[in-house]
């Protein structure tokens, strides 16, 4: 009966993660979970990328070291619906249009991760930073996508490799 019951109480967060990729908010940031990515960090530093005329400029850092313990995971970005692209140990950059976005960043790999969204309303000729952090919870993950300050985004750039990512086949 207490096997039974462990049983029980370690899968309610899976199924409950499993059930949040069929929400209209995951589906507003998050790309179709069936698309999956190789991700890798590229050799080299990238130098500092300004924005597109008229639009603002995101960048996505997944660290590696003390942060994240779990491994090296290949963190998907979404954003408005659609993937952006992947991490692993790197970071990745894009433009978005002045307004309202719906981001996401998901641990591909795992099966029972809950994605985690955030919003950002961006303005023209800004640059937005964001960092990723996988937590370990009893029976399940999550991905913590936490919006960094200007200094702390680049000194996070700074230590890590541009991600070299594409669709798996």
């Not at 408005?80 to 981001?103: K, M, R, T």
């Not at 960092?131 to 985004?153: K, M, N, R, W």
Request: charge should be negative; include cysteine.
């Amino acid at each position: 009966m207490r096997t039974i019951l462990t049983v029980v109480l370690f899968s309610l967060p899976m199924l409950a993660a499993d059930r949040a990729w069929d929400t209209a908010a995951v589906r507003a940031a998050c790309g179709p979970n069936e698309v999956k990515f190789n991700a890798n960090p590229s050799r080299g530093q990238q130098p500092a990328t300004p924005a597109e005329a008229g639009k603002a400029l995101v960048y996505v850092v997944e660290p590696y070291g003390p942060v994240n313990r779990l491994g090296i995971p290949t963190i998907r970005v979404g954003l408005d619906g659609s993937w952006a692209g992947a991490n692993h140990a790197s970071y990745l950059f894009f433009s978005v249009q002045p307004g309202e976005h719906h981001l996401c960043a998901d641990w591909q790999s795992v099966l029972y991760v809950q994605p985690s969204l955030v919003h950002l309303r961006a303005e023209a000729g800004q640059t937005y930073y964001f960092s990723t952090l996988i937590t370990a919870h009893p029976g399940f993950y999550t991905v913590e996508f936490a919006p960094q300050d200007s200094d702390e985004g680049r000194l996070l750039l700074e230590t890590s490799s541009l991600s070299d990512y594409h669709p798996k086949k």
